[in-house]
């Protein structure tokens, strides 16, 4: 009897660890896919907020993460949306850019250079460093 019950338990325990390997697997190759409804039906869930402005995918739009925040980042197009801020608008705010302090307010990020470096779009500024002896 104790001999059935351990080839029962183990038999069990591969079960388990199957499932488990399997999930992982299809969770490791398709972490952005959720799957939900009815069988063969898939909702693909866009996590945008991970990209820097700069690299942010087409999917996503860059704006504030809150209406009193001065800076942006990336989101998807329905959070930003939610705040009155279409697609354009991260484009006007780049296309107004005329300096390093400018480009630096306008959330983008500074490069670790020296004289430090702004890119806004395709268009990169330069802090101008005083000369000190």
């Not at 989101?75 to 949306?81: N, W």
């Amino acid at each position: 009897m104790k001999k059935r019950n351990l080839i029962s338990a183990i038999f069990i325990f591969i079960l388990i660890l199957s499932f488990i390997f399997l999930n992982l697997a299809k969770l490791l190759k398709n972490p952005d896919e959720d799957k939900s409804g009815e069988e063969g039906d898939s909702v693909l869930v866009i996590t945008c907020d991970i990209y820097q402005p700069d690299e942010c995918p087409e999917e996503c739009v860059v704006c504030p993460p809150c209406m009193a925040c001065s800076s942006i980042s990336c989101q998807t197009e329905e959070f930003c949306a939610e705040m009155g801020i279409d697609r354009s608008w991260y484009e006007g705010i780049q296309a107004r850019v005329t300096n390093f302090q400018e480009c630096i307010g306008a959330g983008n990020p500074a490069m670790e250079s020296y004289p430090r470096q702004c890119r806004a779009g395709d268009r990169t500024f330069t802090e101008e460093v005083e000369n000190i002896e």
